[in-house]
């Protein structure tokens, strides 16, 4: 982990940035901009919004259920986000490879385990004891993440 510290670092802050910051500054700002840049100076707009609590108020009652809907159709009816979530997929080192953790540690074992098994049983062979301390040691740890444990914790909560 400390090797990818300055990542990390660079992930979070951007994170932070663009999802809290610059966004809610960039909507304070437009409105700003665009009622006294723009409102103010055009009379029949003026009319429509005499002040910028009434425009803030139009904003919010229809700016927002109006991004909601387009963030709707964003995700569920284009296929910008499949687009997105396909770059995603592509750039995870993950997609081909196991990932850290239960699965690595636990499912994947348990996978291989089972399928010599049943090689052994389709040969009528007779299972050894390394099979059989090898599955009860999964049976443990499958046990364990049933209880609600961990299997190699993750970096942020410390090792075992």
Do not use: C
Request: no cysteine.
């Amino acid at each position: 982990m400390r090797k990818n510290l300055g990542f990390r670092a660079w992930y979070y802050f951007r994170q932070g940035w663009s999802t809290y910051f610059a966004f809610i500054l960039a909507a304070v700002n437009t409105m700003v901009t665009t009622y006294y840049l723009a409102i103010e100076k055009a009379l029949f707009l003026k009319s429509m919004f005499p002040t910028f609590g009434v425009y803030l108020g139009v904003w919010i009652g229809v700016g927002v259920p109006l991004l909601v809907v387009i963030g709707y159709i964003h995700f569920k009816r284009s296929a910008a986000y499949a687009a997105e979530a396909d770059v995603g997929v592509e750039a995870n080192p993950y997609a081909y490879k196991l990932p850290p953790g239960f699965t690595k540690i636990v499912v994947f074992p348990m996978y291989l385990l089972m399928t010599s098994m049943l090689l052994k049983l389709s040969k009528n062979e007779k299972l050894s004891d390394d099979d059989l301390v090898s599955l009860t040691e999964i049976q443990k740890n499958l046990k364990l993440l049933i209880d609600g444990g961990y299997i190699d914790k993750p970096t942020y909560l410390g090792r075992k």
